[in-house]
């Protein structure tokens, strides 16, 4: 009910707001809604909660931040991506949170894996590159033509497998010229070389 002009009383709260604080209702005589935004919002929270439907949780944040519901915590709009079709303009997760989603989508999408199974190799390796030895794992190799996961390598042997084409041909040759033996081959025929054994 309309106490004077730009001001009407919440039946909720009882408190005389400006007509800004209510949410548009074509069906009532003066095409407000009966509560106040912030009481249609509690009344509404508690309606859903009483259906058992997972809620958002009515945290106060300061100006300028925004809560995650992925982390729980309520963080400033420059760690959070923009999002044009949002009623706020940014996404509903922060960066942390998409990134960490995105890598979990990343392994299973590609690889068929979990983070708790990729885990697994990992500790496996003794937390270790399974080719050098020497460097933290952080990417999981698999085979080009079948798929198959072989493990979780270092970024310079992960690219170096890459680089001789996955064949394990060029890599043994590789080895050996490493070792010191290096590549002579012998003329059979005209034009025809063979490789050492």
Same mark, same amino acid.
């Given at each position: 009910?309309?106490?004077?002009?730009?001001?009407?009383?919440?039946?909720?709260?009882?408190?005389?707001?400006?007509? $800004?604080?209510?949410?548009?209702?074509? +069906?009532?005589?003066? !095409? &407000?809604? @009966?509560? /106040?935004?912030?009481?249609?919002? =509690?009344?509404?929270?508690?309606?859903?909660?009483?259906?058992?439907?997972?809620?958002?949780?009515?945290?106060?944040?300061?100006?300028?931040?925004?809560?995650?519901?992925?982390?729980?915590?309520?963080?400033?709009?420059?760690?959070?991506?923009?999002?044009?079709?949002?009623?706020?303009?940014?996404?509903?997760?922060?960066?942390?949170?998409?990134?960490?989603?995105?890598?979990?989508?990343?392994?299973?999408?590609?690889?068929?894996?979990?983070? $708790?199974?990729?885990?697994?190799?990992? +500790?496996?390796?003794? !937390? &270790?590159? @399974?080719? /050098?030895?020497?460097?933290?794992? =952080?990417?999981?190799?698999?085979?080009?033509?079948?798929?198959?996961?072989?493990?979780?390598?270092?970024?310079?042997?992960?690219?170096?497998?890459?680089?001789?084409?996955?064949?394990?041909?060029?890599?043994?040759?590789?080895?050996?010229?490493?070792?010191?033996?290096?590549?002579?081959?012998?003329?059979?025929?005209?034009?025809?070389?063979?490789?050492?054994?």
């Amino acid at each position: 009910m309309e106490s004077e002009e730009g001001v009407k009383r919440c039946s909720r709260c009882k408190q005389h707001k400006p007509r $800004a604080a209510f949410a548009r209702n074509k +069906a009532m005589r003066d !095409g &407000l809604q @009966a509560y /106040c935004r912030e009481c249609w919002a =509690a009344y509404h929270q508690a309606r859903q909660l009483a259906k058992g439907k997972n809620v958002r949780p009515r945290v106060e944040t300061p100006e300028g931040h925004k809560f995650c519901r992925s982390c729980g915590e309520v963080k400033p709009h420059s760690e959070w991506h923009r999002n044009a079709t949002a009623s706020d303009g940014l996404s509903t997760s922060c960066q942390a949170c998409r990134a960490t989603k995105g890598r979990a989508d990343h392994l299973k999408r590609n690889y068929g894996l979990t983070e $708790a199974e990729r885990d697994a190799m990992v +500790a496996s390796q003794y !937390g &270790l590159c @399974a080719i /050098c030895l020497a460097a933290p794992p =952080a990417h999981v190799d698999h085979c080009h033509k079948t798929g198959r996961v072989r493990g979780v390598l270092c970024f310079n042997c992960n690219s170096a497998i890459g680089k001789l084409r996955d064949d394990p041909g060029a890599a043994r040759r590789a080895a050996a010229y490493l070792e010191g033996n290096l590549w002579k081959p012998t003329l059979v025929a005209p034009g025809v070389y063979q490789l050492p054994s």
